[in-house]
C-alpha cells in the first residue's frame, strides 16, 4: 500500500523555477505534485517537458489541473468549443510532461440539466483517443455544477479507458450539506465506486483534500486542515482507506498551506497504517 501526497501548485515557500518544483516537493517527503494551469494553459512544451523530466527523476506524480474557466455542459457554441479547446491544451501538456491526469470541472447544469449532460458526453467523446493522459473528473461542490458522484461515475463507466474519477473530500462535504464526516459517510463513497468501476480506476485512486465551508446552495471556500469547525477530517477518510488497505490513493492537498497540509496527511497516514501493521 503506497499513498502519494502532494501539492496543488507550486508551494508558497519555493520561489524557483516550475521546473525546480518536484525536486522541491521531493526534499520535503511528497511525492505528488498537481500543476494548476486553473487560469489557462501557459506552461511551453519545453518546460512541460523538462518539469515531466524532473518529476519523474524525483519519484513525483504529476497532474494538471485544467483551467478554472471550462463549461463542457454549455448549448453556447462559442463556450462549448473554447471549453474544449483549454482542456485540449492541459491535456497536450501533460502529455508533452508524461503526466498521468489532466483535472477537469465538468461545467454547470444551467437551464436544462439533461441537456448539458449530454453537451459533457459530446466533449468527452472528441477529446478521447489523442494520448495516454486520462481525463480526470472531479466531484464537484456546488450544486449548480455537473459532478455528483453518481455523474462522475456515469462519465467514467461510458469512457473506461480515457475518464478516471478524481474525488474531492471536500466538495462531497459541501455537496451533501454536511455529510463526509463520519467513517460510513467515507465508506459510502468507496462503496459506492467499487459497484459502480471495480478496481479498474479504483488502484491509484486520485484525491483532492481540504476542509470545506458551505451553504445550502453548496461550496463557498475551501480551508485549511487546522480550522476547526470545518470538514472533513483527514483522519477519518485517511482511517477508512488503511483499513480497506486500498492500494494506492494520491491525495492533493487544496489549501492555502499546501505543503503543510499534504506533509500532516502523509504523517496521519503513516501513523494509521503502522498502528495497523503492528496490531
Ligand atoms: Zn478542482
Redesign the pocket.
Known amino acids: 500500500m503506497k499513498a502519494r501526497f502532494g501539492t496543488?501548485g507550486i508551494p508558497s515557500e519555493y520561489k524557483g523555477k516550475t521546473s525546480g518544483v518536484a525536486a522541491f516537493v521531493a526534499s520535503l517527503g511528497l511525492d505528488a505534485f498537481e500543476y494548476e494551469a486553473?487560469r489557462g494553459v501557459r506552461i511551453s512544451d519545453e518546460e512541460a517537458k523538462t518539469l515531466g523530466e524532473q518529476a519523474r527523476k524525483h519519484g513525483v506524480k504529476l497532474s494538471m489541473?485544467a483551467p478554472?474557466y471550462v463549461n463542457l455542459g454549455s448549448s453556447d457554441p462559442k463556450i462549448w468549443q473554447e471549453s474544449l479547446q483549454r482542456v485540449r491544451q492541459a491535456l497536450h501538456a501533460t502529455e508533452v510532461a508524461g503526466g498521468e491526469v489532466v483535472?477537469?470541472?465538468p461545467g454547470y447544469y444551467g437551464s436544462s440539466p439533461n441537456e448539458a449532460i449530454a453537451n459533457v458526453i459530446k466533449a468527452i467523446s472528441s477529446l478521447q483517443g489523442q494520448g495516454h493522459v486520462k481525463l480526470g473528473l472531479?466531484t464537484?461542490g456546488r450544486l449548480s455544477q455537473i459532478g455528483s458522484l453518481e455523474e462522475v461515475a456515469d462519465f467514467c463507466t461510458s469512457f473506461p479507458s480515457f475518464v478516471i474519477p478524481?474525488i474531492?473530500w471536500a466538495?462531497l462535504e459541501a455537496r451533501s450539506l454536511g455529510h463526509m464526516r463520519s467513517k460510513e459517510d467515507v465508506e459510502r463513497v468507496l462503496d459506492y465506486l467499487d459497484r459502480r468501476l471495480g478496481d479498474r480506476e479504483m488502484t491509484e485512486l486520485h484525491c483532492?483534500f481540504s476542509k470545506m465551508e458551505f451553504s445550502s446552495r453548496g461550496e463557498l471556500r475551501h480551508h485549511n486542515l487546522d480550522e476547526e469547525g470545518f470538514y472533513p477530517d483527514f483522519s477519518v477518510v485517511a482511517e477508512v482507506f488503511v483499513k480497506r488497505g486500498h492500494p494506492s490513493p494520491t491525495f492533493i492537498a487544496?489549501t492555502s498551506n499546501t505543503a503543510k497540509d499534504a506533509l500532516t496527511m502523509k504523517e496521519t497516514f503513516s501513523r494509521l497504517l503502522d498502528a495497523t501493521r503492528t496490531q
Open positions: 496543488a486553473v489541473h478554472y483535472v477537469v470541472h472531479e464537484m478524481v474531492d466538495h483532492h487544496e
